[in-house]
């Protein structure tokens, strides 16, 4: 099993910046991919970002393209989602996703761990 929890979340104004961290634990994450997901009240969760945590490499969802970037901190287990140039439509709750399989995926069904989630409120 592999247990997530994220922090960071909050309220900014729009343009600002906020860093969410998933800290994970209970198993070598060493061929997982790890993503971001967000649900806004009355929609679906919907992918964010990804990253392969052997290899490093992203994904990105066009929404956030260019102003999210995700990283992962190997020694302490953590996923990073900085989050910069913030709009209203950001506002979500925010859920850290981990698998144990390689390659990267935007697909809710790829991911078999899951976070609390996290909420992040842009005003306007």
């Known amino acids: 099993q592999v247990q997530l929890v994220e922090s960071g979340g909050g309220l900014v104004q729009a343009g600002g910046s906020l860093r969410l961290s998933c800290a994970a634990s209970?198993?070598?994450?060493?061929?997982?991919?790890m993503g971001w997901f967000r649900q806004a009240p009355g929609k679906e969760r919907e992918f964010v970002a990804a990253?392969?945590?052997?290899?490093?490499?992203?994904y990105y969802a066009d929404s956030v393209k260019g102003r999210f970037t995700i990283s992962r901190d190997n020694a302490k287990n953590i996923v990073y989602l900085q989050m910069n140039s913030l709009k209203p439509e950001d506002t979500a709750v925010y859920y850290c996703?981990?698998?144990?399989?390689?390659?990267?995926?935007?697909?809710?069904?790829?991911?078999?761990?899951w976070g609390q989630g996290t909420q992040v409120t842009v005003s306007s």
């Open positions: 209970g198993r070598t994450l060493s061929n997982y991919r």
């Open positions: 996703a981990a698998a144990d399989r390689f390659g990267l995926s935007r697909s809710r069904n790829d991911y078999d761990y």
């Open positions: 990253v392969s945590w052997s290899t490093g490499n992203t």
